[in-house]
């Protein structure tokens, strides 16, 4: 079955400009959450949605970053006024419910030059 | 809050050789662990989990953790390498228990296997 999906896979954008990074759960997942990969930090928690509930956004790193989820499925990731120190690679995961494993998608790599 | 550390940050080893990673978490309460790996070029994949019941937990590829709850401990082990196995390996946990699904990760140990 399908995966989860990520797009685009591969973002350069300058300084000071917003992008938009978007996941596709797995069809029937009722969680979905984002993290950061990056070189410094490592793997960073970043915000978690759980069905109709308000989000956890403890990890989002400023005020520049925010998400939404659609319908319960689709999310984006927004990103304001982009810093260099935002270059990452952006994943995304699901999962079907509490304790349930989670599912990666293959990331969308960030460059802000 | 929770934290995990894993020592090993790259480990060397030739084919067939054993292997032991570490993995400690720092947590009071009732945890869910994990490993992830990713092969180079790939996604996360899930190799394990540990949720409850029996310590000794196998996944896939023949890798296989034990959970000592006494030394905060979830070790990762695979009796005979292969060269397939080089990727970055990572320990997680999170806290069900408490709501809070999020995952935290360890730093990742390199795993490169020389033919």
């Known amino acids: 079955g399908a995966g989860v999906s990520q797009s685009p896979s591969n973002k350069v954008t300058e300084k000071g400009k917003d992008v938009e990074l978007r996941c596709d759960p797995i069809?029937?997942?009722?969680?979905l959450y984002w993290y950061r990969q990056s070189l410094g930090q490592g793997l960073e928690f970043l915000i978690y949605f759980q069905g109709n509930s308000a989000p956890d956004k403890s990890g989002l790193p400023s005020d520049r970053f925010s998400a939404e989820r659609t319908g319960g499925s689709v999310s984006t990731l927004t990103i304001q006024r982009t810093q260099q120190e935002d270059s990452a690679v952006y994943l995304c995961?699901?999962?079907?419910?509490?304790?349930?494993?989670?599912?990666f998608g293959p990331g969308t790599r960030l460059t802000v030059t | 809050a929770q934290s995990v550390s894993q020592h090993n940050h790259h480990v060397i080893l030739s084919e067939a050789a054993s292997l032991e990673l570490g993995c400690n978490y720092s947590?009071?309460?009732?945890?869910?662990l994990f490993w992830y790996v990713q092969y180079p070029g790939q996604h996360l994949q899930l190799l394990l989990k540990y949720f409850s019941g029996d310590p000794l937990v196998k996944g896939i590829k023949g890798f296989e953790a034990e959970f000592i709850k006494s030394k905060f401990s979830f070790n990762l082990r695979k009796p005979s390498v292969q060269w397939s196995d080089t990727a970055e390996y990572f320990c997680a946990v999170n806290a069900p228990n408490f709501g809070n699904e999020k995952l935290t990760f360890g730093t990742g140990t390199r795993l490169t296997i020389i033919p």
């Open positions: 069809s029937g997942h009722t969680a």
């Open positions: 947590y009071g309460g009732t945890v869910n």
């Open positions: 995961a699901s999962s079907s419910g509490t304790s349930g494993e989670q599912y």
